[in-house]
């Protein structure tokens, strides 16, 4: 990428082919794809996901199962 050109960041698309140009200088091909990937979207309902696992839980509770996990590393 030339780095003399001033990029509209209001264009997204301008702005996505130039970041993407970035990343493959700086990593590669490979490590440009592998870096992309780890911003899937995902899917599922996260705030029902959370609702269920949280339900009835304190703010002791989930203090308590953070020290217990850090015990555990």
């Known amino acids: 990428m030339n780095t ?4 509209d ?8 082919k130039a970041g993407i ?3 493959t200088d700086a ?3 490979v490590g440009m794809a592998c870096f992309i990937r780890q911003f899937d979207k995902g899917g599922g309902d996260y705030t ?3 609702e269920k696992l ?3 839980a304190t703010m ?5 199962e953070i020290k217990r ?4 590393k």
């Open 48 to 50: 029902a996901e959370r």
């Open 54 to 56: 949280l339900v009835g």
């Open 60 to 64: 002791d509770d989930i203090f308590e």
């Open 4 to 7: 003399d050109t001033t990029i």
């Open 27 to 29: 990593l590669g091909p």
């Open 69 to 72: 996990r850090k015990k555990t």
């Open 21 to 23: 140009e970035a990343l």
């Open 9 to 16: 960041y209001r264009n997204h698309n301008l702005l996505r």
